[in-house]
């Protein structure tokens, strides 16, 4: 289905540039042929031999004529997962000083036939065999729904350079547990070795392609560790390539039977390390619940074996409760998987779950909170795909408190009522690389929202995670991918790529490697429109938005804290104390606690009159379902900024237009719970 969505808001001059030049191309009949070209973007010294490019034309530099950076981004890829979970789960490494031949060769295990290929057979089905020969003839891998073979080699990153990608996320992945369970390895499965590791490797590739283009700094490669570098990379004509972590159990942060592994000291020293490798972004959870956060579930047979790894990780399975709001986790169904199962130990079954109990009881725990509030310190951004409805909302819940911009969703696994708070905060969405009927009709959905915030959009490739990529559309389909086309600025010409004896045709192909997303992004424009290319290529932009502004975040000056309170009554206890000044001590443990009752307050003196434009409310389970805020210059007379008769606790934050005010108010109406109104603490801010 063909979607057209070319608005008079989408046909800029980009459009009109690309129209243009491919209507030019056509008449000329240009056809690339990489081996005449020279120039900057012309590596000095490629190995012999090596893949193709197969892309003629110097790609573009600078900004546009409105100041901004250009280009594609992918926020979420897995360039050296072959270095991850034991080192012989994905097959094929992306550079490697011996050359092609030694980098694109298959696991030693797939040898003669692939028959010992055993998650080929997980994964894919059938028994697993097939020509386990990469270089030179790549018969059966690279291939789209091949997911145990290198799709990240160097040359084919460089094609989707050359094709108009300036942001590459390289998300350092493992599985403790997964390593553990697979039968074939060669190295430690701790994860942060692993990932220790991976950090390297992505280091010494860069330094790879460097010496291919004549020395340091030169390469098309540059690992970033802000977004000043960055922007300066993408004006360049570079892409800027940022570290990310993707992993269950970060800083060792598993817990056993509910019991955390770790604490605050670990979580400081992880950040820590983690950020003097270069890291800017990471998850707290991913696929097993652990000691910071509970995730969103994964569906069906996979879902069903990555619920064994969680038992064997934690002794727990996922345990799950109807949702409190339209958000809800994946179903996790009730598929056998009979090769994990197999694994419990004896009178160990997964248990079945309720269709009408969607979300996972765990949200985001103490330590979670932590860890968000350090990565924040750190002006890290955190990504909230994989965590539970309940831990993503809260995490949502902080920043929004704090307008702290730095979150990411980078591959649709968060829940899409959630778009909206994303882009509010000013943070940057991809969608997974989906096929391109589905992508673009994803896109339409939130079209309305980007164009709203003004914002630009991504695709999480996910190459090498294990996740599958698009197929082919055929070769009969009426409007396929016609080579040569020309790149989305309209200053390159790609034909099909040649790797060895193999080229690759998209849409007989489909998305077999990373040197086809330019390809999957033709097709991507041909189905859904040049307004989703122009958005998408708007993305670099965003994604820097959303850096820069994290990194210039100041959190803001608490004027309540400390500040004398009082309050319309208090519960009394024999064993501790719930006072006003416990909702203004600092302290997230302590609470103040009304009586039972609906018409109820608590005051705040800020001791002074003092600009004041947002109030930050963190309730405990007994919270006001309709309550406003009130200011007054006396202590006497007052009025409202804010109201809602919606409240559902949690971390509120109330936003109105700036007054001044020595006395600050919340004054319950109704209450959520039979219990009074309590709340850990209250923030008063001018900002």
């Keep these: 289905m063909t979607m057209k969505r070319l608005s008079r808001r989408r046909r800029g001059p980009l459009a009109v540039v690309t129209l243009l030049l491919t209507a030019l191309a056509l008449v000329l009949g240009t056809a690339p042929g990489s081996s005449a070209e020279s120039g900057w973007w012309v590596p000095a010294a490629r190995p012999s031999p090596d893949s193709g490019i197969n892309v003629t034309g ?29 080192g012989r789960l994905i097959c094929g490494r992306a550079f490697s000083e011996q050359g092609i031949a030694d980098a694109l060769k298959d696991c030693p295990e797939h040898y003669p036939d692939g028959s010992l290929a055993v998650f080929d057979f997980i994964t894919k089905g059938g028994d697993g065999r097939h020509d386990p020969n990469g270089w030179p003839t790549f018969k059966d891998w690279p291939a789209h729904d091949s997911l145990t073979h290198q799709q990240n080699y160097y040359a084919w990153i460089e094609r989707a350079w050359r094709g108009g990608q300036r942001v590459l996320v390289n998300d350092l992945v493992t599985n403790g547990v997964i390593c553990s369970v697979y039968f074939f390895k060669d190295r430690s499965c701790d994860e942060m070795t692993s990932i220790r590791l991976q950090a390297r490797k992505t280091y010494e590739m860069q330094a790879y392609i460097d010496r291919i283009y004549g020395g340091p700094g030169k390469g098309f490669f540059r690992i970033v560790t802000d977004s000043a570098q960055a922007r300066q990379v993408i004006e360049q004509g570079k892409m800027a390539v940022v570290l990310g972590v993707e992993t269950s159990e970060p800083f060792g942060c598993k817990q056993i039977l509910d019991v955390p592994q770790c604490g605050r000291d670990d979580i400081d020293r992880g950040l820590d390390e983690l950020h003097e490798l270069g890291v800017r972004s990471m998850f707290l959870c991913h696929k097993f619940d652990n000691a910071l956060c509970g995730v969103r579930f994964d569906s069906g047979t996979l879902g069903t074996a990555i619920n064994v790894g969680q038992f064997l990780s934690t002794g727990t399975f996922w345990k799950t409760e109807k949702c409190a709001g339209p958000q809800h986790d994946n179903p996790i169904g009730l598929a056998a998987a009979p090769g994990a199962e197999k694994e419990l130990p004896p009178g160990v079954k997964v248990p079945s779950y309720s269709a009408d109990a969607r979300c996972n009881t765990r949200g985001l725990s103490e330590l979670g909170e932590y860890a968000v509030r350090g990565m924040m310190k750190r002006k890290m951004m955190l990504e909230i795909d994989h965590m539970s409805v309940k831990a993503a909302g809260r995490v949502l819940d902080i920043l929004e408190a704090d307008a702290y911009p730095g979150v990411l969703s980078s591959h649709s696994w968060m829940d899409t009522d959630w778009t909206e708070r994303v882009y509010r905060l000013g943070g940057f969405i991809a969608q997974y690389m989906h096929g391109s009927e589905q992508f673009s009709a994803e896109a339409e959905r939130t079209d309305a929202l980007r164009e709203k915030y003004g914002v630009g959009y991504g695709y999480g490739s996910d190459m090498n995670g ?34 060895g004896q193999r080229t690759w045709d998209l849409n007989t192909d489909g998305a077999a490697h990373y040197g086809l997303v330019p390809d999957w992004l033709e097709d991507v424009r041909i189905v859904g429109g040049q307004g989703v290319v122009d958005d998408l290529f708007r993305g670099a932009e965003s994604y820097l938005g959303t850096w820069g502004a994290s990194e210039r975040h100041r959190a803001g000056v608490n004027h309540a804290a400390g500040a004398p309170a009082s309050a319309s009554s208090s519960e009394w206890s024999l064993f501790t104390s719930y006072a006003p000044a416990r909702a203004v001590d600092g302290n ?3 609470r103040w606690a009304s009586g039972w009752s609906d018409d109820q307050w608590l005051r705040i003196d800020l001791g002074a009159p003092t600009p ?65 109104y309590s709340l850990h603490e209250v923030g008063v801010y001018s900002d």
Excluded: C
């Design 588 to 590: 997230a443990r302590t």
């Design 58 to 86: 110097e790609p573009f530099k600078g900004t546009g004529p409105d100041g901004k950076v250009r280009g594609f981004v992918d926020a979420h890829n897995h360039i050296m997962s072959n270095e991850a979970f034991g």
């Design 612 to 676: 004041v434009k947002r109030v930050t409310l963190d309730w405990e389970r007994a919270y006001g379902k309709s309550y406003r805020v009130e200011v007054s210059s006396d202590g006497t007379n007052w009025r409202q900024v804010w109201s809602t008769t919606a409240g559902d606790g949690g971390l509120d934050t109330a936003r109105f237009d700036g007054t001044t005010a020595r006395h600050v108010r919340i004054h319950g109406l109704e209450r959520g719970t039979k219990w009074g």
């Design 466 to 499: 294990v996740g599958g990529w698009p197929g082919p559309r055929g070769a009969d389909t009426p409007d396929p991918v016609r080579y040569p086309f020309r790149s989305a600025d309209g200053g390159s010409v790609l034909d099909r790529q040649t790797t």
